[in-house]
């Protein structure tokens, strides 16, 4: 009686306590969402006030200011590294990317209060790391309008950065100073989970919070199937405790749920393919706009609990799978570099949806779709879960990269590429892969007119290489991102990305009369090269009437053409 009455005044005491830190959005019945400024604050007060949270600075961002992580322990320590060998899980939320969705930010401060304060029950094998608000300069540029979609807070931030990027899209190329923050603090920590806060757009549903979670084939290995048959159903069975019913990101085409639907498919440009790259288990919670905010942020501190909850259950498996997996990355050989959903397969969800009516609308007079919140319905629907790996290329032996190219070696070197400097000028036998033909979009996607449709050429040839060029050996934990990047015909690779779009400019040339003569010249020289020019006039006729295709073709295949000229400059050591 005496323990369960301490326990008891234990408990009080906490809550007292915890009243004592009490939100913004507490403060206004969940009306209001944190500002910036009064969110850093919160943080930097709760660390002088409890041993076990720490708050550290990364870099700086777009819009100026450092990005701010707080560091969560019971045993006050604030050391990842520590961690590890503690075999703490290591989770990792990041809030505020998209500012104008702040459900996280206030859900995040309330969590990490309640924990430190004891009003929740802080587990000895689980570790936090939380980015307060990832989009500083989303988060100052501050309205009551950019969400028209979304019911509530009052007012908040916008989805652009300070460069008006939208950083979800800017994990694997980082044009942001935010991108290249989040690198450093993603393995500084390491996490083995990463939850990434949002809220939702799209079709109306009972649901309050839906779970987009990395895509288990794609994020592979002993983790990757850790995590569709043991981790994920944890989380939905404890938030069905919680009178939370979860639902997968809600996907489904042209407004018919009874088609089933797709999982969201995550390449390395989200959060969440961001991290499979390094075998972390990646989730964005997307709660549903349409909910009333105090709901949802209510929500998305319920699954972050569960997070907690689960992980402190399930330590050793997760630890032991994430490292049985970074291992298989290490000796794996064949990686895809793309996936496409298996129609074949799927598994029965339940869903809580409402039925479409048609009215006639106010603004146009036409007949217009609404979900009739009258009628709700349950039904079991087909969750296309399961995907195939496309485009499965090998690893090399090494890469080669001329030091020229030092944005991509600084990428690389932020996310923890173990790397080495040619000590002297070398010759050595690579695979050279050459742009044979691509595809530029014809419309901007986030700063870039991204390449598409790459085919390859590829031959071995020894080449020069100059002291400080850049070698990388594979068999590193960094594999599965180098394989990711580096290959030309990867669909969110840094060809893809435009970083080497220098090599698809001829910076030479010539003069048609001039080249007549010389040409002319160089046939009599190389009669193999004659032979072939009219050959390939016999079988094109389109080349056979195009004098400048023809000086073309000559001028290509003769030592006049730049070698640099369409030749991808990473190169693959296989031998």
């Known amino acids: 009686m005496k323990k369960l009455l301490l326990v008891l005044q234990l408990l009080f005491a906490g809550v007292l306590q915890a009243q004592q830190w009490e939100t913004v959005f507490e403060n206004s019945n969940g009306q209001k969402t944190v500002t910036y400024e009064a969110c850093i604050r919160y943080y930097q007060a709760l660390a002088k006030a409890f041993p076990s949270i720490h708050v550290k600075t990364f870099g700086l961002t777009d819009a100026g200011q450092p990005l701010h992580l707080v560091l969560f322990s019971t045993d006050k320590t604030a050391d990842p590294n520590r961690w590890h060998q503690q075999q703490k899980v290591v989770i990792l939320i990041n809030n505020g990317i998209h500012p104008g969705e702040p459900d996280g930010i206030d859900a995040s401060m309330m969590l990490l209060r309640d924990l430190a304060t004891g009003v929740i029950k802080a587990p000895d094998n689980v570790a936090l790391a939380i980015i307060p608000l990832y989009n500083i300069g989303g988060s100052l540029n501050r309205t009551g309008f950019s969400r028209v979609n979304q019911d509530g807070p009052e007012s908040y931030g916008f989805r652009g950065n300070a460069r008006n ?69 944890s989380l939905y069975k404890g938030m069905q405790e919680k009178k939370w019913p979860l639902i997968p990101y809600v996907n489904f085409d042209g407004g018919n749920p009874e088609k089933g639907w797709t999982a969201f498919y995550d390449p390395p440009r989200y959060s969440s393919g961001y991290a499979a790259l390094f075998q972390t288990m990646g989730f964005m919670p997307e709660t549903h706009m349409l909910k009333p905010f105090a709901q949802r942020v209510k929500s998305t501190y319920a699954l972050m609990q569960t997070f907690i909850e689960q992980s402190t259950l399930q330590a050793k498996a997760i630890k032991q799978a994430r ?79 001329p030091q020229g190219w030092h944005d991509i070696i600084d990428l690389l070197q932020l996310n923890g590429v173990v790397m080495n400097r040619l000590g002297r000028d070398s010759s050595i036998r690579v695979e050279v892969s050459r742009i044979e033909d691509y595809k530029t979009a014809t419309r901007i996607f986030e700063k870039h007119y991204r390449q598409t449709g790459v085919k390859l050429s590829k031959k071995e040839e020894s080449m020069s290489f100059r002291k400080g060029d850049w070698i990388i050996r594979t068999g590193q934990p960094a594999d599965r991102f180098l394989v990711e990047t580096l290959d030309p015909t990867g669909e969110d ?54 004098a400048s295709a023809q000086l073309d073709f000559v001028y290509k295949n003769s030592p006049y053409y730049e070698p640099a000229h369409l030749r991808y400059p990473v190169y693959r050591v296989i031998q």
């Open 165 to 233: 990027l939208d950083l979800n899209r800017d994990f694997i190329k980082s044009d942001s100073r935010n991108a290249r923050a989040f690198a450093s603090i993603f393995h500084w920590v390491n996490p083995d989970i990463l939850i990434d806060n949002h809220v939702s757009d799209g079709a109306d549903y009972q649901h309050t919070m839906t779970l987009l979670t990395t895509q288990h084939d794609k994020l592979g290995g002993p983790i990757g199937q850790y995590l569709h048959d043991v981790f994920e159903p």
């Open 323 to 401: 490292r049985e997996s970074i291992a298989a990355v290490q000796a794996q050989n064949n990686f895809a570099l793309s996936f496409r959903p298996d129609t074949t397969r799927f598994d029965n969800i339940t869903f809580l949806g409402y039925e479409q009516g048609k009215k006639i609308s106010e603004v146009t007079g036409q007949e217009r779709m609404f979900y009739d919140r009258s009628k709700p319905f349950t039904r079991q629907v087909r969750y296309f879960n399961y995907f195939n790996g496309e485009n499965i290329v090998s690893k090399p032996k090494a890469y080669i990269i």
């Open 493 to 546: 690779g840094y060809f893809a990305w435009n970083f080497f779009d220098a090599i698809l400019q001829q910076k030479e040339g010539y003069s048609n009369y001039r080249w007549e003569d010389v040409a002319a010249a160089y046939l009599r020289e190389h009669p193999e090269l004659k032979q072939a020019l009219e050959d390939k006039k016999k079988t094109d006729s389109r080349f056979a009437a195009s």
